[in-house]
């Protein structure tokens, strides 16, 4: 008798803990599903394209009907808040800079102002006879991926004024080399087509 209980016993407790697996396994699962999903809606725009925060090396971002290489890639840290700059193949140093600001994506195409030795400074800035408002700077940490022409860690300081229509200037020192200054042009969402490098291949 007290052995056919044991036995009883046993198969009772095989059976809760099959039932418990099954819904912890379960629960994994729509986890899993649930985390899926959320990353896939991140890098998703509202209308079902790839967003500009999935861009990587090798990807094709098309802007304004022109289809444009990402041969390198910075990823900036400033306390915790990140950011990217895409530079993309040309012979003009252009870069697409991709910043998610609590849901707020801003995506500003950048070009280099060659032989610049103009300097951040002061509540205003003018090139070219247009006035640039004075809006933040700081210092970041960045890594590399892809070719870019810059180490592949490193620091850098950054100061970002705003002109007429949104319109940008922007300087990077990296490290300890001198100032650098672009001017940038804020993009629309439908301005930006992301094709990915896997679709492709």
Same mark, same amino acid.
Not at 74 to 81: A, H, P, T
Not at 155 to 166: L, R, S, T
């Given at each position: 008798?007290?052995?056919?209980?044991?036995?009883?016993?046993?198969?009772?407790?095989?059976?809760?803990?099959?039932?418990?697996?099954?819904?912890?396994?379960?629960?994994?699962?729509?986890?899993?599903?649930?985390?899926?999903?959320?990353?896939?809606?991140?890098?998703?725009?509202?209308?079902?394209?790839?967003?500009?925060?999935?861009?990587?090396?090798?990807?094709?971002?098309?802007?304004?009907?022109?289809?444009?290489?990402?041969?390198?890639?910075?990823?900036?840290?400033?306390?915790?808040?990140?950011?990217?700059?895409?530079?993309?193949?040309?012979?003009?140093?252009?870069?697409?800079?991709?910043?998610?600001?609590?849901?707020?994506?801003?995506?500003?195409?950048?070009?280099? #102002?060659?032989?610049?030795? @103009? &300097?951040? *400074?002061? +509540?205003?800035? =003018?090139?070219? !006879? #247009?006035?640039?408002?004075? @809006? &933040?700077? *700081?210092? +970041?940490?960045? =890594?590399?991926? !892809?070719?870019?022409?810059?180490?592949?860690?490193?620091?850098?300081?950054?100061?970002?004024?705003? !002109?007429?229509?949104?319109?940008?200037?922007?300087?990077?020192?990296?490290?300890?080399?001198?100032?650098?200054?672009?001017?940038?042009?804020?993009?629309?969402?439908?301005?930006?087509?992301?094709?990915?490098?896997?679709?492709?291949?």
């Amino acid at each position: 008798m007290v052995v056919v209980v044991i036995v009883v016993l046993v198969v009772a407790l095989a059976a809760v803990a099959v039932v418990v697996a099954a819904r912890i396994s379960a629960r994994r699962t729509r986890e899993a599903r649930g985390r899926q999903h959320a990353a896939t809606a991140a890098v998703m725009t509202p209308d079902g394209r790839l967003s500009p925060v999935a861009i990587t090396v090798g990807d094709v971002v098309n802007i304004k009907g022109t289809d444009n290489l990402v041969v390198g890639s910075v990823r900036y840290d400033e306390d915790g808040f990140q950011w990217l700059e895409h530079l993309l193949e040309d012979t003009e140093r252009t870069w697409l800079s991709v910043e998610d600001d609590e849901g707020v994506l801003e995506t500003v195409l950048w070009r280099q #102002v060659k032989g610049s030795t @103009q &300097e951040p *400074g002061g +509540a205003e800035v =003018s090139l070219d !006879g #247009v006035t640039y408002a004075f @809006q &933040e700077r *700081g210092r +970041a940490a960045y =890594s590399t991926s !892809g070719s870019t022409g810059l180490p592949a860690h490193g620091h850098m300081e950054y100061a970002d004024y705003v !002109g007429p229509d949104g319109h940008r200037l922007g300087f990077e020192r990296f490290t300890s080399g001198s100032w650098e200054m672009a001017t940038g042009v804020v993009l629309a969402p439908a301005e930006v087509t992301v094709w990915a490098r896997s679709a492709g291949a």
